[in-house]
């Protein structure tokens, strides 16, 4: 059986989804495949976004994040409680609540969208021919397209050495599932995955250890910002050790060993469950036979123009298996653009100004760049900071940590970057990744009247502070 579309979208993960939504409203007849599942073993639109990545994580940070306010920040409020207590099984129960409920949202889209549901593994061939194949590896059926859009995704990178039994050594999505508190939690990583990971198990009692194998602590963010984090997270009581490269993990007595080499030193540390959070990789097994053209790199990743646009004629492609950053939310707007593209519009996105969040407490967040790479690449630059300790806001919920810094052109003003830590900084960034969009400088932000109180006075102030006139705090 073989059916035809205007446009045939492989992956209903963020930039998959949106991609085939967008091409829908606008005129074209759309299929999206997609083969993901559930918990319950049925299929679930969304991605890894959705289903075991962004959303369920963010769930578990919520809950641990209220019980931890509840024992360390309630009783500076005059709120006294006593024998506080964890239900990880609730926590779990309410996460896939969530998870449910935004993915049968998707499905609801799709249906008042007439965008057609395939679910099936989709394999492009050559001539814009797609297979759809069923978990034996069978086709079940053979699609044609216009024009198709390459949306796979990534999955978890995984250490040679160091096998998963999905029980005691897991990668993201099995740390995401425990129904218990670990006693002792190794993560080996320490970006952004396996830093959020950590601090939701870290407040609910687990000793985490975070193996980095880099002597740079958060080598993307701002230096001033990585320090910030570091300091933070070992007071939470995270131990963090950097220039630790794992070469095993073995079976004790008391649970598992992992064992590194750290400064040249062979080292281990016994712990109950291990996690492997080392990033993630292009999901594009599979996904293009030899005999469709589709150029890749030696990493796996499709070779991309600006436009998305790969080496064969109408056959795109977005989000994680592209160039760029592995982020849901540049995957979804690629997903937009090239849906207009394909309708004859003339979008563009900006990947300069693409904001990078991290949902840890404090959080973190950053658009464009860092003080370090300007300096290295010859840029005059005036910087200007403002800590939150100092906005009424911070201080009247008892969570004063953090601060906002802003570098802006020596010369012309027009911002080059925003880095910030601190609370609901995953909020206040986008107010950040709007002025860059529009090249504004720092003097437009601090000509732009901010409420009284909130946690954004900390923009106008570090706009202000570029130029050493600061109010509330000393220039």
Same mark, same amino acid.
């Given at each position: 059986?073989?059916?035809?579309?205007?446009?045939?979208?492989?992956?209903?993960?963020? #930039?998959?989804?949106?991609?085939?939504?967008?091409?829908?409203?606008? $005129?074209?007849?759309?299929?999206?495949?997609?083969?993901?599942? !559930?918990?319950?073993?049925?299929?679930?639109?969304?991605?890894?976004?959705?289903?075991?990545?962004?959303?369920?994580?963010?769930?578990?940070?919520?809950?641990?994040?209220?019980?931890?306010?509840?024992? &360390?920040?309630?009783?500076?409020?005059?709120?006294?409680?006593?024998?506080? =207590?964890?239900?990880?099984?609730?926590?779990?129960?309410?996460?896939? *609540?969530?998870?449910?409920?935004?993915? =049968?949202?998707?499905?609801?889209?799709?249906? @008042?969208?007439?965008?057609?549901?395939?679910?099936?593994?989709?394999?492009?061939?050559?001539?814009?021919?797609?297979?759809?194949?069923?978990?034996?590896?069978? %086709?079940?059926?053979?699609?044609?397209?216009?024009h198709i859009i390459l949306a796979p995704g990534s999955m978890p990178s995984h250490l040679p050495n160091i096998p998963f039994d999905h029980e005691f050594v897991v990668d993201s999505t099995g740390a995401l599932n425990f129904e218990k508190v670990p006693k002792?939690?190794? %993560? %080996? $990583?320490?970006?952004? %995955?396996?830093?959020?990971?950590?601090?939701?198990? !870290?407040?609910?009692?687990?000793?985490?250890?975070?193996?980095?194998?880099?002597?740079?602590?958060?080598?993307? @963010?701002?230096?001033?910002?990585?320090?910030?984090?570091?300091?933070?997270?070992?007071?939470? #009581?995270? =131990?963090?050790?950097? $220039?630790?490269?794992?070469?095993?993990?073995?079976?004790?007595?008391?649970?598992?060993?992992?064992?590194?080499?750290?400064?040249?030193?062979?080292?281990?540390?016994?712990?109950?469950?291990?996690?492997?959070?080392? $990033?993630?990789?292009?999901?594009?097994? #599979?996904?293009?036979?030899?005999?469709?053209?589709?150029?890749?790199?030696?990493?796996?990743?499709?070779?991309?123009?600006?436009?998305?646009?790969? !080496?064969?004629?109408?056959?795109?492609?977005?989000?994680?298996?592209?160039?760029?950053?592995?982020?849901?939310?540049?995957s979804s707007e690629e997903g937009m653009a090239v849906a207009e593209r394909i309708a004859g519009g003339k979008p563009h996105v900006d990947l300069n100004v693409v904001p990078w969040v991290i949902y840890t407490s404090p959080e973190i967040a950053w658009v464009?760049?860092?003080?370090?790479?300007?300096?290295?690449?010859?840029?005059?630059?005036?910087?200007?900071?403002?800590?939150?300790?100092?906005?009424?806001?911070?201080?009247?919920?008892?969570?004063?940590?953090?601060?906002?810094?802003?570098?802006?052109?020596?010369?012309?003003?027009?911002?080059?970057?925003?880095?910030?830590?601190?609370?609901?900084?995953?909020?206040?960034? !986008?107010?950040?990744?709007?002025?860059?969009?529009?090249?504004? *400088? =720092?003097?437009?932000? @601090?000509?732009?009247?901010? @409420?009284?109180?909130?946690?954004?006075?900390?923009? &106008?102030?570090?706009?202000?502070?570029?130029?050493?006139?600061?109010?509330?705090?000393?220039?």
């Amino acid at each position: 059986m073989t059916d035809s579309f205007d446009v045939l979208v492989i992956g209903a993960g963020p #930039g998959g989804y949106v991609a085939a939504i967008r091409c829908a409203q606008l $005129g074209l007849n759309t299929a999206c495949i997609d083969n993901q599942i !559930n918990h319950k073993g049925e299929p679930a639109l969304g991605g890894t976004c959705l289903n075991v990545g962004c959303i369920p994580s963010k769930a578990l940070l919520e809950s641990t994040e209220q019980y931890h306010k509840l024992i &360390h920040s309630f009783p500076a409020h005059g709120i006294k409680t006593t024998k506080a =207590s964890v239900d990880v099984p609730t926590m779990q129960t309410r996460k896939e *609540s969530i998870v449910e409920g935004l993915t =049968s949202g998707i499905a609801q889209l799709f249906k @008042a969208n007439n965008v057609t549901s395939i679910h099936g593994f989709g394999r492009l061939t050559m001539d814009n021919t797609v297979n759809v194949l069923d978990q034996a590896g069978k %086709i079940t059926r053979t699609l044609l397209a216009r024009h198709i859009i390459l949306a796979p995704g990534s999955m978890p990178s995984h250490l040679p050495n160091i096998p998963f039994d999905h029980e005691f050594v897991v990668d993201s999505t099995g740390a995401l599932n425990f129904e218990k508190v670990p006693k002792r939690l190794g %993560i %080996i $990583g320490a970006g952004v %995955i396996g830093l959020e990971l950590g601090s939701v198990w !870290n407040r609910l009692g687990s000793e985490v250890t975070l193996l980095e194998a880099l002597d740079d602590f958060l080598a993307l @963010a701002d230096h001033q910002v990585a320090a910030e984090a570091k300091r933070q997270f070992i007071k939470q #009581g995270m =131990s963090i050790r950097l $220039g630790a490269k794992v070469n095993k993990v073995s079976k004790s007595r008391s649970g598992l060993t992992v064992h590194y080499v750290e400064k040249g030193k062979e080292s281990s540390i016994d712990v109950d469950r291990v996690v492997v959070a080392i $990033g993630r990789r292009p999901a594009t097994e #599979g996904v293009m036979s030899a005999d469709s053209g589709v150029s890749v790199d030696d990493r796996g990743f499709i070779l991309v123009d600006d436009e998305c646009r790969t !080496n064969i004629p109408n056959v795109w492609a977005v989000g994680d298996a592209v160039r760029g950053p592995m982020l849901a939310h540049k995957s979804s707007e690629e997903g937009m653009a090239v849906a207009e593209r394909i309708a004859g519009g003339k979008p563009h996105v900006d990947l300069n100004v693409v904001p990078w969040v991290i949902y840890t407490s404090p959080e973190i967040a950053w658009v464009g760049l860092t003080e370090k790479q300007l300096k290295e690449t010859g840029n005059d630059i005036r910087v200007g900071t403002f800590p939150f300790a100092a906005t009424g806001r911070a201080r009247a919920m008892e969570d004063p940590t953090g601060f906002i810094k802003m570098i802006a052109d020596a010369r012309t003003d027009q911002l080059l970057g925003i880095h910030m830590i601190g609370p609901h900084v995953s909020e206040l960034i !986008n107010e950040c990744v709007l002025a860059m969009e529009y090249r504004a *400088s =720092s003097e437009d932000l @601090a000509r732009t009247i901010h @409420a009284h109180p909130s946690l954004s006075e900390a923009i &106008h102030e570090a706009a202000l502070a570029v130029d050493k006139r600061a109010i509330h705090r000393v220039n």
